[in-house]
């Protein structure tokens, strides 16, 4: 629905009195609820324009070896700041006031969710934060990052930060490792957030060892529960869908990283109306994520591609909602957060209720976003950020990442093999 009022916000909330408030100019601009990005990777911000390894990665697991994985080996606490932060601020500027993040940094592992909810303060945004536990490097790791899931739970202090149990595959899982982690989430009243059946490995993989496929395995192991997490499901197939939409579980789609990882398309219009959005790492922009849903759902002969996409993004913000307890989060309702977004937009056509869909899918993109607020605090406004010095974190984050890369050289030398021995 489009229509042209004031709105108010007071106490962090949309609504209340507007006698005394502070006045900004929004005529001519369109105001919509801030944007959640469902699954984000905030650890990569630092590997743009990273140089390749030797030989071009022949498929999805040889791109964890030779890319993510000597990457996460190679981070320091500091490192790890600066990228959250680095992340976040672009996330902000481009209208995302809400970081769904899945966190790695093998080499660095107790304090590193700190690290990274120390960044998103900075940004002004809301997160939810996790470590992915992995036995890639061993049990002994392994139990460190479940360590660290369950002391950000404990620790975390800010009311704009939520904490779940991380996972990262079933295939660098091993049975013990993935019985730990659901029975300790369970416990700790966590969601998990795994990602599963991103590439057919993860399918070939589970069949092989549990002789079930991926989904019923992590079904089996605990895993899939209402309120959790899972991303990609590219691989998914009829009975597993099922399985999904009956679970409770949200699904995050990812349909810019599967292009770019040659994973395949994701049977996302089968996940159900708990199927989100995430941006996998790639930026925090979901205007683009949301375009490249629609147009890869329009290839695939999705019916109604828009509004499939659409509804998308309409349900990552659903599920930020969940993970705050704000069922109101991502809407403009009176007595919602004011997480908003003002659009600076020219339109050439009418923008109302009938053409709103078109205009999102055709029209809007994050450059249009002028000011951002989060929690009744702007964060952007004008399009500078207001509470990090953009061009002083540019320059922090190029000094810090000539090393970082060099230690990523090294670490991917001497590179983790799943404990499936794929
Ligand atoms: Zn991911």
Not at 301 to 306: R, T, Y
Not at 396 to 421: D, F, I, K
Request: charged share 20%.
């Amino acid at each position: 629905m489009v229509e042209e009022t004031d709105l108010v916000v007071s106490d962090g909330r949309i609504g209340g009195e507007a006698s005394g408030a502070v006045r900004v100019d929004c005529s001519g601009c369109l105001i919509i609820p801030g944007l959640c990005c469902a699954h984000h990777h905030l650890y990569s911000a630092l590997a743009r324009g990273m140089p390749g390894p030797a030989r071009v990665p022949r498929d999805f697991l040889e791109i964890l070896q030779q890319v993510w994985w000597p990457l996460d080996q190679a981070l320091t606490l500091e490192d790890i700041g600066l990228s959250a932060m680095c992340g976040a601020v672009e996330a902000a500027r481009c209208g995302t006031t809400t970081i769904v993040d899945h966190h790695a940094s093998y080499s660095a592992i107790e304090g590193s969710l700190d690290a990274v909810a120390a960044g998103l303060e900075r940004a002004g945004l809301r997160a939810a934060l996790c470590f992915e536990v992995s036995d890639r490097h061993g049990p002994a790791t392994a139990t460190a990052a479940l360590e660290e899931n369950l002391r950000f739970n404990r620790s975390k202090s800010s009311p704009m930060l939520r904490a779940m149990m991380g996972a990262h595959a079933s295939f660098t899982i091993s049975p013990e490792t993935m019985s730990s982690l659901t029975g300790e989430a369970r416990d700790a009243g966590l969601p998990l957030h795994i990602h599963a059946s991103e590439d057919e490995l993860d399918e070939r993989d589970s069949i092989a060892r549990y002789k079930m496929r991926t989904l019923q395995r992590l079904r089996a192991e605990g895993a899939v529960e209402e309120g959790d997490l899972i991303a990609h499901g590219v691989h998914l197939d009829e009975t597993d869908l099922v399985t999904l939409r009956a679970s409770g579980a949200w699904a995050a789609h990812n349909p810019r990283s599967n292009l770019n990882n040659a994973v395949g398309y994701a049977p996302a219009a089968g996940f159900g109306e708990r199927a989100c959005l995430g941006t996998d790492g790639i930026d925090g922009d979901l205007f683009a994520e949301t375009r490249s849903c629609y147009l890869q759902a329009r290839a695939a002969g999705v019916p109604d591609a828009g509004g499939f996409a659409l509804a998308r993004l309409e349900a990552s913000s659903s599920l930020a909602g969940a993970l705050f307890s704000e069922p109101a989060l991502g809407t403009l309702a009176p007595g919602a957060p004011a997480d908003l977004v003002v659009l600076e937009y020219h339109s050439p056509t009418p923008v109302d209720s009938s053409s709103l869909a078109g205009h999102l899918l055709f029209g809007l993109t994050s450059a249009h976003v002028r000011d951002v607020m989060v929690q009744g605090r702007f964060v952007v406004k004008d399009r500078v950020h207001q509470l990090v010095d953009e061009q002083e974190l540019a320059s922090r984050c190029r000094a810090a990442t000539p090393s970082l890369w060099e230690r990523m050289a090294v670490a991917r030398g001497a590179g983790p093999t799943p404990p499936g021995g794929l």
